[in-house]
């Protein structure tokens, strides 16, 4: 406006009125909400990433702690050996042990008493957490989504609107408000105690897989739902069958839906220690899974898991700065682990998002 | 446009065990028999005996105004409404071919492939135009890649849609506009070989200029195909159609030529219908 009026030629000049200030207040709480929760994420996120990547990387080539990644947790030993601070794990520790004793006895000498103190799980590393929890994520999303898929095929596909298939839907809602400890609890008495697999993998699978099998069934059906009608007309209208229209014409372009939702899935079924704590996991175990006399024994025993590590190292030891650092190097692993399976799937459902567009 | 293409197929694949005289069913001979149909949804009637004979190889149109029943038994003739819950037959019959195509030993998927249907909003899938067309033969087990290209050059030509996609046959069948997405419809239909196509308002999302291209496709297709379409539009009725059945309140009121329907109504309620009075 190059020439100015005068302000009563102004009728939309703005006016101190109570709904204007009451405008701009609220548009602030919101804000400072939103960057409240946020910052909150972040730091935890940094505390992690800060305290992990110390016992996560090393300054020299290869730039990772190997050990970490390759061993299993030992029980780490803490002692003065000739005015000099030492830290050991726990086969190390025999070995400079028994190696003493000897040079002792060669020498004439009575064996050195070491007083050592000992932290559990505070030494080596998490090899066998990792792989036990890719082994829980994999069985259970296999179970999860096969049979979720399948149901959701049936309830959006197959079934008739009448009064038993409501109630289906309203229970398996209901079920995905199951706090987990109880998804636990039924585990052990249904696998673990009646059908006697003991704590295994195979419990845990199937008890991680009900847990998240009613969030995979709602969104795999609101996904089936959101395939237009006029796709499954016209495939039927040429002669298909309803499961080859399915199959064909309906599924595919449903997978991204399925796929996003087992993206919550698997960080669910990777995250949770309830479950798996009466079921599958195990605080310690000497053999990898697969170091086993015949295959089928692989999944009736117990593993170790990433969360269910956390949870041992950060509540069943006093807190120590020697813990402290297997506690945030397996909370970053974790986090990075789970990052890297739910990327995965984002990538794959982008593709397949781009395949199909309609 | 290649219209003698698809003419030279045989027919094969009978509905069910058709009698021996109807092979040779000459053109303009009754080939759907619909008599004293009563159908509901649910509880809700939504035809009211009806009692219909439609020739082989001419356009048959049904008009009326909206929820006159006409959409609901075009979508008897190949049993769409069995997707429906609740919905039955209470009374009467539909013959095709002397078939009750109600009966038990009908097969609803075999019907489909023998009377298919285009629908009011163009659906092509989101495939290629090459495996849109190939769609209705790849679920009957055809693999030959031969006789696939050939089928959807033919299908393709007889929907007049040859010349201006048979540069892009593997692009997605999304891509093309909304006329070209219905004579897609058309050719993925007739890709199939049916003997009668069903066509529901199949230009009600279309401008003018791709109205008259269906309507001239129209033209040529009943050269070999049964053709019966519903369309809320009278001129195209008027245009396109051999004989038209007036249909009010799920009542059929008048059937004739379209001629007479449209120049020399014998009810009332059609003249004033046709006439622009309702509806």
């Known amino acids: 406006m190059s020439s100015p009026l005068p302000d009563s030629a102004n009728p939309f000049a703005p006016r101190p009125t109570p709904a204007r200030r009451l405008e701009g207040a609220v548009s602030w709480i919101f804000r400072i909400a939103t960057y409240f929760v946020l910052a909150c994420g972040l730091s935890i996120f940094a505390t992690i990433f800060w305290k992990g990547s110390a016992t996560v990387f090393r300054a020299e080539f290869p730039f990772v702690n190997t050990a970490f990644f390759t061993q299993a947790p030992e029980t780490l030993y803490v002692f003065e050996w000739q005015g000099e601070k030492r830290e050991m794990g726990d086969k190390e520790f025999r070995v ?15 064996a050195p008493v070491i ?10 590393g998490i090899f066998p957490n990792v792989v036990g929890t890719v082994l829980l994520v994999v ?17 959006s596909e197959y079934a008739r609107d009448t009064a038993a298939v409501r109630l289906i839907r309203l229970a398996i809602l209901n079920l995905a408000g199951v706090p987990s400890i109880v998804f636990g609890l039924f585990g052990f008495g249904m696998f673990v105690i009646f059908f006697d ?9 199937f008890t991680l897989a009900f847990m998240v099998l009613p969030v995979i069934i709602t969104a795999s059906e609101e996904s089936l739902k959101a395939v237009p009608k006029g796709f499954r007309e016209g495939s039927l209208a040429l002669g298909a069958t309803k499961w080859q229209t399915i199959r064909k014409n309906v599924l595919p372009y449903a997978l991204p839906g399925i796929l996003t939702s087992s993206i919550l899935g698997i960080a669910r079924v990777a995250g949770e220690t309830a479950p798996i704590m009466f079921t599958a996991a195990f605080v310690i175990s000497d053999r990898l899974p697969w170091q086993v006399e015949k295959f089928s024994d692989m999944f009736f025993q117990g593993v170790m898991a990433l969360p269910y590590h956390i949870y041992v190292v950060s509540s069943k030891i006093p807190q120590n700065e020697y813990t402290e650092r297997m506690q945030y190097g397996t909370a970053f692993v974790f986090l990075f682990t789970v990052g890297l399976i739910a990327l995965t799937s984002i990538l794959l459902r982008n593709k397949l998002r781009g395949r199909y567009k309609w | 446009m290649d219209s003698t293409a698809t003419a030279s197929v045989p027919r094969s694949r009978p509905l069910a065990t058709p009698p021996a005289s109807s092979a040779g069913a000459e053109r303009g001979a009754t080939l759907i028999d619909i008599k004293d149909l009563d159908f509901y949804y649910g509880a809700k009637q939504a035809l009211f005996d009806i009692n219909l004979q ?34 039955s037959v209470k009374r009467g019959a539909i013959k095709i071919r002397n078939v009750d195509i109600y009966g038990r030993d009908v097969d609803p998927i075999e019907l489909r492939k023998r ?38 050059e033919k299908s393709l030509r007889g929907a007049a849609l040859w010349d201006e996609v048979k540069d892009r046959l593997h692009e997605s069948g999304l891509g093309l506009s909304g006329g070209q997405q219905q004579r897609l419809c058309i050719a993925r239909t007739i890709a199939v070989e049916p003997e009668v196509i069903l066509m529901d308002e199949p230009c009600s999302a279309l401008d003018p200029i791709a109205t008259a291209k269906v309507e001239e496709l129209i033209h040529e297709l009943k050269k070999q195909f049964t053709i019966i379409i519903v369309t809320h539009s009278m001129q195209q009725a008027a245009r396109c159609s051999d004989q038209t059945a007036f249909f009010y309140m799920g009542k059929l009121i008048e059937f004739d030529a379209t ?10 309620q059609t003249e004033a219908y046709v006439s622009g009075r309702f509806g």
């Not at chain 1, 007083?115 to 080596?124: L, N, Q, V």
């Not at chain 1, 704590?199 to 845990?204: D, E, I, Q």
């Not at chain 2, 285009?118 to 055809?142: A, C, D, H």
């Open chain 1, 96 to 110: 400079f042990r028994e190696a003493e004793a000897a040079k002792a006895a060669a020498e004439g000498r009575p």
């Open chain 1, 115 to 124: 007083r050592a103190d000992s932290y559990a799980h505070s030494a080596g």
């Open chain 1, 139 to 155: 069985g259970s999303m296999t179970i999860a989504l096969t049979l979720g898929v399948c149901a959701a095929i049936y309830l």
């Open chain 1, 197 to 205: 697999w003991n704590v295994s993998l195979l419990a845990g699978w």
């Open chain 2, 54 to 87: 439609i020739p082989d190889k001419r356009v048959t149109a049904f008009i009326g105004p909206s929820g006159c029943g006409k959409s609901t038994l075009l979508r008897c003739l190949n049993r769409m409404n069995d997707l429906i819950d609740g919905t």
């Open chain 2, 115 to 152: 009377v298919g249907m285009v629908f009011q909003k163009s659906n092509p899938f989101p495939k290629s135009i090459y495996e849109n067309i190939t769609y209705g033969l790849r679920i009957q087990g055809v693999k030959n890649k031969t006789r696939l290209d050939e089928v959807v």
């Open chain 2, 259 to 268: 001629h007479n329907i449209f120049m020399n109504p014998k009810n009332p």
